[in-house]
């Protein structure tokens, strides 16, 4: 028997599920998560001062404030570059001229096909915060150290922030 379901929302995430084979020719029930628009994360890096931006931000699905870095996902047909640029300004009011890609990657490839595009963004300049009227986010500047600080006490809790602040200190860019 082969099932399978879908369910489409917004066409933006579809969930999925259905029998298949795999490779060894062993059958298993998949679930999976399909997300359509890109995503991104954006790692704001203020390098005089060695400070990064970090937003802490109330998730609903989780019902709790996490510290993370700026992120989102794409509208129509933008590139990861103008979902970063657009997606930094709403989110902290920061314009980012110097825009780095640094790595991408699967998020959770055992149920998702999310793929995030992970960029820094060095020495922005400040404007006026934009956020949905959903997001609940408030902005901080915070020395790299004492960031990296917060990933080994348990403080963040984020796996694309823990990512993106270990991947950027790893390549040398804070």
Known sequence: MVRNEIYNFRNKIIVESEDLILPNNRKMFLFKVR???ITVSILPVF?????????K????????Y??????????KDENPEEVAIRELKEETGLIADNLKLITKAYLSPGY????MYFFVAIDPKQEKQNLDETEIIETFRIKVDK??????NGN???AKTIL??????????I
Not at 66 to 75: D, H, L, Q, R, W
Not at 147 to 152: F, G, Q, V
């Open 112 to 115: 998702s096909t999310e793929y």
């Open 57 to 64: 931000q109330y998730r609903p699905a989780i019902d709790k």
């Open 156 to 158: 963040i809790e984020d």
């Open 164 to 173: 993106i602040l270990l991947y950027a200190r790893n390549i040398g860019i």
């Open 47 to 55: 390098s005089d001062a060695k400070e990064v931006v970090l937003l």
């Open 66 to 75: 996490i510290i993370e870095v700026p992120a989102g996902t794409a509208e």
């Open 147 to 152: 960031a990296l600080e917060l990933i080994n």
């Open 35 to 37: 997300f359509i628009p």
